[in-house]
């Protein structure tokens, strides 16, 4: 028989108001608990916001087995929150919100509007009617002696709420001038939390460009490109940046570029700037009589080059005069990576709280009713849908965790204190 306490109203605070703190927050609330969203920047969801001024990638069209397949090494948790709330729910829930969806040529699916903000004032109303609380400006400090939650308040004020369950959801350390700046690291490693150093995730290679390439072509495409370092190739396109590059296809690399980086800070890759075409073809195109034009137009024409490839290409070095060794610069530019961008730059983090320090149900284990959930943890994914379908999945996750978590000591009559 269930007992009286186990429909009982809550307490709860939410601590992080981006979209895994908010999915928490309204899961929740809609099972009858009261809940307060705890957020230290003025305004909540502000990376969110950012995130759609491109046009909003909230997730993927593919297959699910594929899908889950983008979230690599031990991340078994973070695929199980994603079978549990995978596309088609995230779609159906921001169609409930009354943002239609689209997806796509490359199988994104994108809000019909293309930007974040209608999706978060309709988030917020809903919230606000299922009676969320939303208090701004408030800096998690840790937890007090008797397990309170601590904040800083505006005035150095502190701040000392008694809840029944907590769930963290403060995302990692890109782009730490929006809110989440891996504060939270000191705080769960005292409280006896596992945490794999936070390193950035879809971020830019820093290479040390020529004056010429840096200063001429900075903020120029290299489209329909094929990249490969460590051993695996992707195709898409990059941006050249004044220290080196950025853009899809580099951020879908970044793990492994990271891994061949290891302790020596040094590697390389080679870029494909024309993957749609043979070498041989290339070779024969690169065959034909120049006559009296430069090089540069001889490039342009021949192997249909923009001047800002054809730029790149001279970086290793003097152009190959033999067509043979000219396409294969082409087809196999090699280029020296000295690091990554950093932190300030990415778009996502990697490492955070470990898998292994969760409960199946996201509560960590050296602390009962603390729950984490979204970029927190120790996961990452390329862009393309796949770090906002499991920043909502496991937001999803952490607050069912919660309801798991009060009904069973509900029901083994324990007091929530």
């Keep these: 028989m269930v007992s009286a306490l186990t429909n009982a109203r809550r307490h709860i605070a939410v601590i992080g108001a981006g979209p895994a703190g908010l999915m928490a ?37 593919e297959p699910l087995d594929l899908f889950l397949s983008r979230y690599g090494g031990n991340s078994a948790a973070i695929r199980k929150a994603v079978e549990d709330f995978p596309p088609e729910r995230l779609v159906a829930w921001a169609h ?64 000392h709420v008694a809840h029944d369950a907590v769930v963290l959801a403060l995302g990692g350390a890109s782009w730490p001038r929006l809110g989440s700046d891996g504060g939270w690291v000191s705080i769960l490693k005292t409280a006896g939390a596992g945490i794999t150093p936070l390193s950035p995730a879809n971020s830019g290679v820093l290479i ?79 065959s034909r009589p120049r006559g009296a034009q430069p090089l540069t137009n001889f490039l342009r024409k021949a192997a249909s080059l923009e001047a800002a490839a054809i730029s790149l290409l001279r970086e290793p070095g003097p152009l190959p005069s033999q067509p043979a060794a000219l396409a294969g610069r082409i087809k196999a530019l090699p280029l020296t990576i000295i690091g990554v961008a950093g932190l300030d730059r990415a778009i996502s983090t990697a490492g955070g709280v470990q898998l292994t320090d969760l409960t199946e149900n996201f509560m960590l284990k050296p ?51």
């Design 25 to 61: 927050a309204e899961v929740l609330a809609e099972a009858g608990h009261a809940v307060t969203v705890y957020e230290r920047m003025p305004s909540p969801a502000r990376k969110f916001l950012i995130a759609g001024r491109g046009g909003l990638n909230l997730t993927h069209s």
């Design 96 to 159: 409930g919100l009354g943002q239609e969806t689209f997806t796509g040529s490359s199988g994104r699916i994108f809000p019909r509007a293309m930007k974040s903000s209608p999706l978060l004032r309709a988030w917020l109303k809903r919230l606000e009617n299922l009676g969320v609380l939303l208090k701004t400006r408030h800096t998690w400090t840790g937890f007090a002696a008797n397990h309170d939650v601590v904040f800083a308040t505006p005035g150095a004020v502190s701040l």
């Design 208 to 286: 040390e460009w020529s004056n010429i390439l840096a200063g001429r072509f900075a903020g120029q495409p290299l489209k329909r490109i094929a990249v490969t370092a460590g051993g695996v190739t992707r195709r898409g396109e990059a941006m050249i940046t004044r220290t080196g590059l950025e853009g899809g296809v580099i951020y879908a690399l970044s793990r492994d570029i990271r891994s061949a980086l290891g302790d020596t800070g040094c590697t390389s890759l080679t870029i494909d700037l024309k993957p749609g075409m043979s070498l041989e073809d290339l070779t024969g195109r690169l």
């Design 367 to 417: 602390r009962p009713g603390v729950f984490v959930a979204g970029e927190m943890l120790d996961w990452e994914a390329p862009t393309g849908g796949y770090l906002l379908q499991a920043s909502f999945a496991t937001g999803h996750a952490a607050a069912k965790g919660v309801l798991d978590w009060l009904h069973r000591q509900s029901l083994s009559g324990e007091q929530l204190e």
